[in-house]
Nanobody
Framework: VLLVESGGGLVQSGGSLSLSCTAS????????VGWFRQPPGRDREFVGG????????RYTNSVKGRFTISRDTAKNTMYLQMNGLKPEETAVYYC??????????WGQGVQVTVSS
């Protein structure tokens, strides 16, 4: 599975960005998918995830109410809508597709920079 993110960039504090992650090589219909981020000099951290049929989502507390994860199975694509962005959320954002420890795939990452 090849995951390719898009939509990153520079935004002012309080602004919005929408990230996309499109998969090729295999359908994601039976995968849980989600997003992680890695701020400069820090470890990669969980942002949010959505289960295989889109019926359940989970977010880290700091983004609840501001970020929304969704998926379009027909397009084999997942999305991360980010509103109210903060400078401390500057990071490389990664999408992930998970069907178990031997069936785990990461995107290459996309830079999101939030200016103050």
């Amino acid at each position: 599975v090849l995951l390719v993110e898009s939509g990153g960039g520079l935004v002012q504090s309080g602004g919005s960005l929408s990230l996309s992650c499109t998969a090729s090589g295999r359908t994601l219909n039976n995968f849980c998918v989600g997003w992680f981020r890695q701020p400069p000099g820090r470890d990669r951290e969980f942002v949010g995830g959505i289960n295989w049929n889109g019926g359940y989502t989970r977010y880290t507390n700091s983004v609840k109410g501001r970020f929304t994860i969704s998926r379009d199975t027909a397009k084999n694509t997942m999305y991360l809508q980010m509103n109210g962005l903060k400078p401390e959320e500057t990071a490389v954002y990664y999408c992930v597709a998970d069907k178990g420890p031997r069936d785990l795939y990461w995107g290459q990452g996309v830079q999101v920079t939030v200016s103050s």
